[in-house]
C-alpha cells in the first residue's frame, strides 16, 4: 500500500475543492427558461426553469410551472407526477397544498416514481449534480447523513437524499421546509 505525504493530500483535497467551485461557476441558473434546465434550492426559494416559487405552494403554482402532472397517485398523500421532467410532488390530502417537490435522478421501484430521470441539473447551494450522484459526491457537499438518509439545509429548505447504496431514495432529491 502506497503512504502518501499529508502535503499530498492537502493538495489533493485542495483540487477537489476547486473543481467543484469551478462547476458550480459554470451552472448559470439566471438563464434558464425552463424547467427541464435546471433546479436550483437558494435561500430565497425554489427556481424551476426561470420561475421561482417558495415552499409550502398551491398545486395551480406548480402547473403554471411544470404544465399538467402526468398522472397522479393517491397514497397517505396526493403524489403529482410529471414523468417527462423526472419530478413529482407531494399534495396534502384534502387541500392543494404541495410541501414538498422531488427531482429524480433515479427512481423506479414504487408506482408513483417518474417514468423518466430529470433531464437537467439540480443545484443545492454549491452543490450541482447532472446525474444520480455516487454517496461519495453526496458527502463531497456536505449533507449529513443519519441512518438512511442525507440531508442539507439551504435558508429555511432541506433537501434529503438517500444515503445508503442500492436505496430507493439515492439520486431523488426531496426539498422541503426544515
Not at 25 to 51: F, Y
Not at 60 to 66: F, K, M, P, S, Y
Not at 87 to 106: L, N, Q, W
Request: aromatic share 10%.
Amino acid at each position: 500500500m502506497k503512504v502518501y505525504p499529508p502535503s499530498a493530500i492537502a493538495l489533493g483535497l485542495v483540487l477537489i475543492m476547486a473543481c467543484a467551485s469551478m462547476e458550480r461557476s459554470l451552472v448559470q441558473p439566471e438563464l434558464w427558461s425552463n424547467p427541464d434546465e435546471g433546479v436550483n434550492v437558494t435561500r430565497a426559494g425554489v427556481r424551476i426553469g426561470s420561475s421561482t416559487l417558495e415552499l409550502p405552494t398551491t398545486e395551480a403554482r406548480l402547473i403554471e410551472i411544470l404544465g399538467q402532472p402526468d398522472r397522479r397517485s393517491t397514497l397517505q398523500n396526493t403524489i403529482l407526477v410529471w414523468d417527462h421532467l423526472g419530478m413529482f410532488a407531494y399534495e396534502t390530502p384534502g387541500t392543494e397544498s404541495i410541501d414538498s417537490i422531488a427531482v429524480s435522478f433515479t427512481c423506479r421501484d414504487v408506482d408513483y416514481c417518474p417514468k423518466n430521470t430529470y433531464p437537467g441539473v439540480l443545484v443545492v447551494d454549491d452543490a450541482v449534480f447532472w446525474k444520480e450522484p455516487q454517496l461519495r459526491d453526496i458527502v463531497r457537499y456536505g449533507f449529513r447523513a443519519d441512518e438512511f438518509f442525507c440531508y442539507r439545509s439551504v435558508g429555511k429548505y432541506q433537501v434529503s437524499v438517500g444515503c445508503t447504496e442500492g436505496s430507493l431514495g439515492l439520486g431523488t432529491f426531496e426539498i422541503a421546509l426544515k
